[in-house]
């Protein structure tokens, strides 16, 4: 069924950050008789409050929800273990937001400590004139390879799951970079579309900061290999044009499926250079070091919420056998940059040959 959508109306739903790309001049109907498919894009009605009360606007502001706003987000999946597990429904029934960055799917579980999530009404899915249905894709980055004769080192940080302290890394990995005199890019390649992480990389001083939203995707849950690799590529190609350096992240912890998958692939092998992981105790920190090496992985350093004790972060650094870097230790330690760059995979002599893999 097509519903006419007038511009006026358009105009004052609240735009979520995951809708920032896209070009809305020549909506003018919604469909409420199709099955979504996720970075779909809605118009939603809230229906009632619950743990998320404040839509994140493209501008990161978050706005005040109240019941009868109309909103615009995009369909996902969610995998979130402090907050949600959720999937793109099969039908435009009411459904949850859950994600401040406008995601709108179907709860499947949620932490025994998070609230409800709010609820929403899909009004209809936003389409073109020709009423084709509106998908973040069609204003995805082309990520066009590069003609650079030496690409930037990629530093990838990952972590033992949510709250390790993987963007607080980023954020000191930036600034000391800064300090060295390097243009610096950051990307986000797996995750949950919201804008906390983004900004977060601009404030610490990142010239060029982009994630898996600007590759067409709401969120990264239940991607193939292919799709995943295709945005890392894309992602690492946009920041490489103007950087000397890129510094990548990816969401939740080693054994998220999606950050699993990455690790695994020789691909992203290829991709990157070297790797630091992030974690909230000496153990996971023993443990993660020897997980990743089990990959084919030299952990470079540790860091994230362990370092904020410097008890813990001796007993991280004796149980992994790596260097345990505090945020302290990025601003102050004149080799720390040095540290986090050490290769992944130091028996090659000159490192990965990223323009013969593609990149």
Known sequence: MNINLSSKR??????????RNADLSNVSKMRSDLAPSAGDLCLARIEKLGHHRRLELCSGRRSRLFIGDEILVAFGNR???????SVVPDNLDSCSLVAAGGIASSLQTRHSGTRVPTRIKPIGLLCDKEGNVLNLKKWAIQGEK?????????????????????????????RTAKKNQLNVGAIKITGTGAGGDLWFYKDSGADFALDFTDAGYS????????????????????????????????????YQSETAALLASAAFQEMLDSIVFATGDSMAAGAGVQHLAALGYTTAAISGAVTASELARIEAESAAGVPAL??????????????????????????????????
Request: aromatic residues 8%; negative net charge; charged residues 20%.
């Open 10 to 19: 358009l105009e004052f739903a609240k735009k979520a950050f995951v809708t």
């Open 79 to 85: 995998y979130a273990t402090d907050q949600f597990h």
């Open 146 to 174: 590069s003609t650079k004769l030496i690409m930037p080192h990629l530093i990838t940080v990952v972590g033992s799951g949510m709250n390790a302290g993987k963007t607080t890394t980023v954020s000191s990995l930036i």
């Open 219 to 254: 969120t990264t849950v239940g991607l193939s290999l292919d799709e995943l690799l295709d945005i890392a590529r894309k992602l690492y190609r946009e920041a490489a044009q103007n950087c000397d350096i890129v510094i990548a992240e990816l969401a939740d912890g080693l």
């Open 326 to 359: 505090s945020v302290e230790n990025f601003e102050n330690q004149e080799d720390a940059l040095m540290i986090s760059m050490r290769s992944a995979f130091p028996v090659l002599e000159f490192g990965n040959d990223k323009l013969a893999a593609g990149f």
